[in-house]
């Protein structure tokens, strides 16, 4: 490859990556926003809330389950 087109290569990974950080500081700012319209320890399930903040849970056994949320981390 060329230098021309390595540079090409990489800035459409910078571009990329600069487009996945603003959507993940988007949603980080919605679920804040959520956070801050509950206003403090939830007293029940809140359905909507957990929509908006939960990827997917995968059940391993009873007491063996993940949870990933929309930020792509897991517990």
């Avoid at 959520?34 to 990827?55: H, S």
Wanted: hydrophobic share 35%; proline share 1%.
């Amino acid at each position: 490859m060329s230098r021309y087109e390595n540079a090409k290569k990489r800035l459409g990974e910078v571009v990329e990556e600069k487009q996945n950080r603003a959507a993940k500081r988007e949603s980080l700012s919605r679920f804040m926003e959520d956070l801050e319209r509950v206003g403090g320890p939830l007293a029940e399930f809140d359905e909507g809330l957990w929509c908006e903040t939960v990827e997917s849970v995968k059940v391993y056994s009873e007491k063996d389950v993940a949870v990933t949320f929309r930020d792509g981390s897991t517990v």
